[in-house]
């Protein structure tokens, strides 16, 4: 990841820097061309001709700047750092304004700020936020799992929408059933609201999917085991 972030970089800043000179020669050419009084067939398709070149490194630039953005902005998410990574995600958002997965990550940003927000006001604010960018990244990408596993989320944590998040679990699963992060987070909305046998449900379907020797298997028997007595089977 470091070394394609470096590149990435080196990549913007040489082709920015190096081709700067030539863009700026063929533009006052261009210039120079388009004032003359008499101007050739030849000479107008050779400086259209060097004109569509100047464009093309132009826009590869911008397509290496807004995979440097999302990579920076990856690594800022990862040491917590969400002020940081939405910068950078802004300016990526500003190169391809109909990116899904860009969207997604300006909206998990705004959803951990506002997790990590003291002020009831504030974190509102970073949840509506956050809203608005997941629920356009899923229109955007109906099939983006990640968007809309986050906005399930977002309405249990930041606003207590219980059916609107269990309904986004669902999608899901209508899609993958066998989707272990989405029938965890279904066991937990049931167990907060009370409905224990269906939580109960959702982690028995979890051990028959994980792997016996795998630590979320272990916790769907953890799970399994204490509904069970909640609702007084080892009574």
């Known amino acids: 990841m470091n070394r394609l972030l470096f590149f990435s970089f080196f990549m913007v800043l040489f082709l920015l820097g190096c081709a700067a000179r030539e863009d700026v020669r063929i533009i006052n050419e261009s210039k120079r061309v388009i004032s003359k009084k008499k101007k050739s067939i030849d000479e107008l398709e050779e400086l ?3 004109l569509k070149r100047v464009i093309n490194r132009k826009i590869r ?18 040491i917590g750092s969400y002020n940081l990574a939405l910068e950078v995600l802004k300016e990526a958002e500003y190169l391809k304004p109909e990116n899904a997965f860009i969207k997604k990550d300006i909206g998990l940003c705004y959803y951990f700020l ?5 002020d009831e006001r504030a974190a509102k604010e970073y949840y509506s936020s956050a809203r608005l960018y997941l629920e356009k990244a899923i229109e955007l990408e109906p099939d983006l799992i990640e968007a809309r596993y986050s906005l399930g989320l977002l309405l249990f944590f930041g606003f207590k929408d219980v059916s609107g998040a269990i309904k986004q679990m669902k999608i899901i699963l209508e899609e993958n059933p ?3 992060d989405a029938h965890f987070a279904l066991g937990r909305f049931y167990y907060e609201i009370n409905e224990l046998g269906k939580a109960l449900n959702e982690y ?3 051990t028959r999917i994980l792997p016996k020797n795998s630590p979320r298997y272990k916790k769907a028997e953890e799970n399994i085991i204490k509904i069970n007595r909640e609702l007084g089977y080892y009574e």
Do not use: H, N, Q
């Open 114 to 118: 506002g997790r990590a927000e003291t």
């Open 61 to 78: 630039a911008v397509e290496l700047l807004e995979e440097a953005d999302r990579l920076l902005a990856a690594k800022y998410m990862d």
């Open 204 to 206: 028995i379907t979890l």
């Open 178 to 180: 066998d989707d272990v």
């Open 48 to 50: 259209r001709g060097k």
